[in-house]
């Protein structure tokens, strides 16, 4: 099943489409999706273009990444006993 998606923000395409304009509102992105990396906090985002222009002139919308991998359960590791040999000093 599909999450719903969390819209952050919206954005302006400029210059024939060479820039995308955004913005964000930080306080809409849930504790859940930001993550700290080398002291310093991120989240992913997605931006997509609208179908149409909305009324206040915005042809882009800002979404939060929501994707999580699926967690891998790798097999316990099993550790082969070999036999000691017998005429070992100690």
């Known amino acids: 099943m599909a999450e719903a998606k969390i819209y952050v923000g919206s954005g302006v395409e400029k210059f024939d489409g060479d820039l995308v304009e955004i913005s964000v509102c930080l306080s809409d992105i849930p504790q859940e999706h930001r993550f700290e990396y080398n ?7 997605k931006v997509s273009k609208m179908r149409q222009t909305n009324e206040y002139g915005k042809t882009h919308s800002v979404a939060v990444n929501t994707y999580k991998p699926p967690v891998k359960e790798e097999p316990p590791v099993k550790k082969e006993i070999t036999e000691v040999d017998p005429n070992l000093p100690f």
């Open 39 to 45: 002291s310093k906090w991120y989240a992913k985002l």
